[in-house]
């Protein structure tokens, strides 16, 4: 399984981001997925989770600004950052939740104020 998370970039404090996760592999079917980032200088954090029965859960931080999106017929996962503050700014990854696949790349966040 290979995951390729895409859709980064600058944006200003208050903007908007939409990130994608591609997943290929059946097993991303049945799993729950998630997004973490890791900004710079710091580990990775987990920021929010979606099962396959489409419960949603959020890091304290990013609660009420972001949301967590899936289709699985396609073997996607996004990320819609709304409110952005530099603090968001990060390589931003997605995964299962616990991570058990492979890292891919990230995309990058960089929030300006």
């Known amino acids: 399984v290979q995951l390729q998370a895409f859709g980064g970039g600058l944006v200003q404090a208050g903007g908007y981001l939409r990130l994608s996760c591609a997943a290929s592999g059946s097993p991303f079917v049945f799993a729950t997925m998630a997004w973490y980032r890791q900004a710079p200088g710091k580990g990775r954090e987990w920021v929010a989770t979606?099962?396959?029965?489409?419960?949603?859960r959020y890091a304290d931080s990013v609660k009420g600004r972001f949301t967590i999106s899936r289709n699985i017929a396609e073997n996607m996962v996004y990320l819609e950052l709304a409110s952005v503050e530099p603090k968001d700014t990060a390589v931003y990854y997605c995964n299962t939740n616990p991570p058990t696949l492979q890292w891919g790349q990230g995309t990058m966040v960089t929030v300006s104020s």
């Open positions: 979606m099962t396959r029965n489409s419960r949603t």
